[in-house]
C-alpha cells in the first residue's frame, strides 16, 4: 500500500516545485535534535569538569582517569602532585583527574 502511495505522488511528467524550505525542514530538524541531545549536555559535562579542576585545592581526595585515588599535594599551572601511598608522589595533568571524593571517600554527585 505505500508503495503504491509512494509511486503516485513520483509520477513523471507533473514538475512540482516546492518551497525550497520545506525540502531543508528535516535536515534542520535533525541539527536541532543532535543539539539538544548530544552538544549541549556534552558542553555543561565540559563546563563542570573545567570548574571542577578549577576548584582544586590541597588536602582534596580524587580519583584519576586511570582509577588511582590519591590526596591533592601541590595544584600548579597544568599539573597537580599526588599522594597515593606513605611516601608516594606522582605529577599528573590536571585534565585526569575525573572526581573530586567527599570526606567519607563516596564521590560528589555530578
Known amino acids: ?15 512540482q516545485q516546492g518551497n525550497p524550505l520545506v525540502s531543508l ?3 534542520i530538524l535533525i541539527f536541532v535534535v543532535f543539539y539538544f541531545l ?13 570548574k571542577l579542576l578549577e576548584g582544586l585545592n590541597k588536602g582534596d581526595r ?9 590526596t591533592v599535594v601541590n595544584v600548579k599551572d597544568h599539573t597537580v602532585l599526588l ?3 606513605d611516601g608516594v608522589k606522582v605529577e599528573i595533568e590536571k585534565g585526569h583527574i575525573t572526581n573530586k571524593l567527599n570526606k567519607a571517600g563516596d564521590s560528589q554527585s555530578r
Open 1 to 15: 500500500m505505500l508503495l503504491f502511495l509512494f509511486q503516485q505522488t513520483c509520477e513523471p511528467g507533473g514538475s
Open 25 to 27: 525542514l528535516p535536515l
Open 38 to 50: 548530544l552538544i549541549l549536555p556534552q558542553q555543561r559535562k565540559q563546563k563542570q569538569h573545567r
Open 62 to 70: 580524587v580519583i584519576t582517569s586511570s582509577g588511582i585515588y590519591g
Open 83 to 85: 599522594l597515593i601511598a
